[in-house]
Structures are given as structure tokens and as C-alpha cells.
């Protein structure tokens, strides 16, 4: 893949494993939201700045795909714990293993990641190259397609919706049904007491969010999202919160208007957990932090630990990740067009 340009199968060596390297045959790769970013070169910054993803440290050509399920084709001579043939999920977020957060377990923030699919070539292939045996978690009587939205879009879900944990019960707002949110919606139904709101501009999303289990809908599409006053999106959402708020709001757009929308649903101590990498920039009016004592975090993918209680949720039927559509390898381009023109419903996988 490069910035701008159709995506080109390409016939490579077969990699062979060195030291705790895993080589996996790829049998679905995710394909996600932050793919279109990696394509399009980087994120709208707001005031027609842009920041490359080259500025990040990525190279370009590279292999897309961090939503990877697949089987142990060859471990390397230091690997362990796997054979050939073990059906397995990587964990896409490796870090350098030596900075403060990936010491304490947080490779996915890591002072200078090394992530697959971004940093190092991913999942849109047969065979993927794994740094080492340490990033695979095995799946075995795990659907492989459903199983890689645990790498990254119900990952990242997981994570933010741990964020938001701490004020349930009461509402948490999930802003995007694409998905990433309709795993916000199905984790944060399985792990909180709260009532789920979910906001999206397109009906066809907004019903697949009920079917995951959101106990209301919005369209901000047909509504506006805050500029309209009392018939806006945000007076309808603080009206399904009793009039007076949601405690959490997770925005997987964080765009300026889905921000914006968020902070002015939250009631007093509530939090605004801002995911999604559509960009651009906000104003925002500083007293109301204070005065409701209000929180704004970010939320970037998961751990590895993280991803093992996923896979353990979803072996337990707890969660159940939908995938929706399937596409072979010489199709990337179209399911990357497709995700663009929002008309995949849920996750799609490519199938090499
Ligand atoms: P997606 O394309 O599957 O879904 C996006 C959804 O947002 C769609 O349903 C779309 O209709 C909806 N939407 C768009 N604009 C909207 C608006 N103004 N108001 C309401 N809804 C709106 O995308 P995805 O794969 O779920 O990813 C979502 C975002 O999260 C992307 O920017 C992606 O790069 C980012 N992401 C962040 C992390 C992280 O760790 N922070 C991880 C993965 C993806």
C-alpha cells in the first residue's frame, strides 16, 4: 500500500522464522476504519493541516491489515508454546518492550511502537511475519473472521469502555455504529449495568446497534447534532438520560461535531473518552470542565492482556463479534472503497 494509490497484490519470498518469529498463514484480516487512514496518508488535524502517518514513523510501501486470525505455518527456533498448524490471533500492538509503558504492560502505547499492519507488513497476505511467539493468543474453537475484531476494533472498544466502567451504572453515549462502536455497544451491554445510547447518521447502522444490544438510537443525521437546540441530537440524548445527562460518552468519529455533541450531553463528573481518528478541531468552552468536573481522555487500542480476556469472552459466547462481509485479497481495493463510501454494515474481512 501507498498514500493515494490502488492497492497491488504482489508475489514475495516466503518469509522464513529467526529467532521467537511466528510465520502465520493469514485466514481472515480485519478490515478497519484506521486501514482507510494508513490509504489516505494520515489524519485531518483541523485548519487544513494534515499529519502524515510518515511523520508517526510508518514506511511506506507496507502490508495493511492488523486484524489478523490465522494458523502457525513455522516457528522460529526460540519460539515456544506453538505448532504448527494452532489456530491463533496476533496481538498487532508490539512495542520496543523496554519504555515505561510497555514495562507495565501497555505495549499499545509504547514510546516507539513497532505495530503490524502498520509499522511492520500485517494481515492483507497469505503469510505474516510475528516478532514473536509472545504477541499470538490461540483461538482454537473461535470463529478466525469473527475472532479478528478482537485485535483491534472490540479491543479498542474494551478499553474505552473500561474507561467509562467506573461512572455505570447510569448511560454511556457510544457515538459511531461502524465497528468498532457496535462492539462498544455489545461490551459495554455484557460488562456494565448501563443503559446504551448509540448515535449515528445512517438507519441500517443505527439497527444493527439494537440488534447488539443498544437499549435507544439517535440519528443525528436527521436531527443535527448540537446546533439545533432543542430539536438537536444532544437535547433528545440528555432527554433519554432523565433530563439530566450521560455519565460516559464514547466517541468512535470524534470528529468536531460528534466531540462536541458529547461534551454537551455529559451530566456533572461524567467522562468523554474520544477514539475515533476522523480529526479536525473543536473550541471548547473552558469553565464548563471545571464547573462540572468534567473528564477527556483518550483511548488507543488495548493490551495484550486485555486481548486474552476478550478471546476468553468471546469463547464463553459472552461477546460475539459480526462479521458481515467477506472479500478475497484481489478485492482489497474494493472493500476499502466500500468501507470509505460507508456502505459495510458492521465488520468486513478479507479472506486471503
Ligand atoms: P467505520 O467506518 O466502521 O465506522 C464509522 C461509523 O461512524 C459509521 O457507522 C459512520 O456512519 C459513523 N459516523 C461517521 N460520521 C459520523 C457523525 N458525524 N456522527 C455520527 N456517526 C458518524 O470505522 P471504525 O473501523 O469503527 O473506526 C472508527 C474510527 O476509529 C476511525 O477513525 C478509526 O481509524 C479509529 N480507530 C481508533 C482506534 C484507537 O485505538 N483509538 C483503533 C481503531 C480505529
Not at 509503558?101 to 511502537?113: I, V, Y
Not at 440488534?211 to 439517535?218: I, L, N, P, T, Y
Not at 478475497?328 to 454494515?345: C, Q, V
Request: charged share 20%; glycine share 14%; with cysteine.
Amino acid at each position: 500500500m501507498e498514500p493515494g494509490k490502488p492497492l497491488e497484490v504482489s508475489e514475495l519470498e516466503s518469509p522464513s522464522p529467526r529467532g521467537e518469529e511466528v510465520i502465520v498463514k493469514v485466514t481472515s484480516a480485519g478490515v478497519c476504519h484506521s486501514d482507510l487512514h494508513l490509504w489516505e496518508g494520515g489524519y485531518d488535524m483541523g485548519d487544513g493541516e494534515f499529519l502524515k502517518v510518515t511523520d508517526r514513523g510508518i514506511k511506506y510501501p507496507v502490508t495493511p491489515g492488523h486484524e489478523i486470525a490465522g494458523t502457525v505455518l513455522e516457528a522460529g527456533p526460540d519460539a515456544k508454546g506453538f505448532s504448527k498448524g494452532d489456530p491463533v490471533l496476533i496481538y498487532p500492538w508490539v512495542g520496543c518492550g523496554r519504555c515505561p509503558a510497555c514495562r507495565e504492560g501497555s505495549e499499545n502505547l509504547c514510546d516507539t511502537p513497532g505495530s503490524v499492519g502498520l509499522f511492520l507488513d500485517g494481515g492483507y497476505a497469505e503469510l505474516v511475519r510475528v516478532p514473536s511467539y509472545r504477541y499470538l493468543v490461540g483461538i482454537d474453537g473461535i470463529d478466525p473472521d469473527g475472532a479478528t475484531s478482537l485485535a483491534c476494533a472490540a479491543l479498542t472498544a474494551y478499553n474505552s469502555v473500561k474507561k467509562a466502567d467506573a461512572a455505570s451504572p447510569g448511560f454511556i453515549v457510544v457515538i459511531g455504529a461502524g465497528g468498532l462502536g457496535l462492539m462498544g455497544v455489545q461490551i459495554a451491554k455484557a460488562v456494565t449495568k448501563a443503559k446504551i445510547i448509540c448515535v449515528d447518521l445512517d438507519d441500517n447502522k443505527l439497527k444493527m446497534a439494537r440488534e447488539m444490544g443498544a437499549d435507544f438510537v439517535v440519528n443525528s443525521n436527521v436531527i443535527g447534532s448540537v446546533s439545533a437546540g432543542s430539536g438537536s441530537a444532544a437535547q433528545k440524548i440528555i432527554s433519554l438520560c432523565d433530563g439530566k445527562g450521560a455519565e460516559s460518552v464514547i466517541d468512535f468519529v470524534n470528529s468536531p461535531q460528534t466531540a462536541q455533541m458529547g461534551l454537551a450531553v455529559l451530566r456533572k463528573r461524567g467522562s468523554l473518552i474520544l477514539v475515533g481518528l476522523f480529526g479536525g478541531k473543536m473550541e471548547l468552552s473552558l469553565v464548563t470542565i471545571p464547573l462540572k468536573s468534567i473528564t477527556i481522555q483518550g483511548a488507543y487500542t488495548g493490551s495484550y492482556s486485555d486481548m486474552k480476556e476478550l478471546v476468553e469472552l468471546a469463547r464463553k459466547g459472552i461477546i460475539k463479534p459480526k462479521i458481515t462481509r467477506r472479500y478475497g485479497l484481489d478485492e482489497a481495493n474494493e472493500a476499502l472503497g466500500d468501507l470509505k463510501a460507508r456502505k459495510i454494515n458492521g465488520r468486513a474481512v478479507i479472506n486471503p
